[in-house]
């Protein structure tokens, strides 16, 4: 059973940074895509950070470019995201999601691609 469990959201002032990770099982964690996305209230989820993994590949969209970096660690196996320079924008319930790779006519940076998803964890940017 693939599972996917984030941690450490929280609140955190205009201009902090937050590490978010993401605990994987059941699945070949080193051949999955894997991808960040965030929902605020009343929106529908958006990408912020995707990595493919076959070719080492990242999307950003231009929101998080610069600020954010994804990343992973095959041996533990976790996924994180590293968010700097936070807005208040970039508030809302951040989830990490994975899928095998295959044909689809979404791009694979965006949510219909992905099939397994995570809990998610709140992250609020606030003075």
């Known amino acids: 059973e693939v599972q996917l469990v984030e941690s450490g959201g929280g609140l955190v002032p205009p201009g902090g940074s937050l590490r978010l990770s993401c605990a994987a099982s059941?699945?070949?964690?080193?051949?999955?895509?894997l991808a960040w996305f965030r929902q605020g209230p009343g929106e529908e989820r958006a990408v912020v950070a995707a990595?493919?993994?076959?070719?080492?590949?990242?999307h950003y969209p231009d929101p998080t470019m610069g600020r954010f970096t994804i990343s992973r660690d095959n041996a533990r196996p976790t996924l994180y995201l590293q968010m700097n320079l936070l807005k208040p924008g970039d508030s809302g319930i951040y989830y990490c999601?994975?899928?095998?790779?295959?044909?689809?006519?979404?791009?694979?940076?965006?949510?219909?691609?992905?099939?397994?998803w995570g809990q998610g964890t709140q992250v609020t940017v606030s003075p």
């Open positions: 999601a994975a899928a095998p790779p295959h044909a689809a006519p979404h791009p694979w940076y965006s949510a219909p691609y992905y099939d397994h």
């Open positions: 990595l493919y993994t076959a070719t080492g590949m990242t």
């Open positions: 059941g699945f070949d964690f080193d051949k999955y895509i």
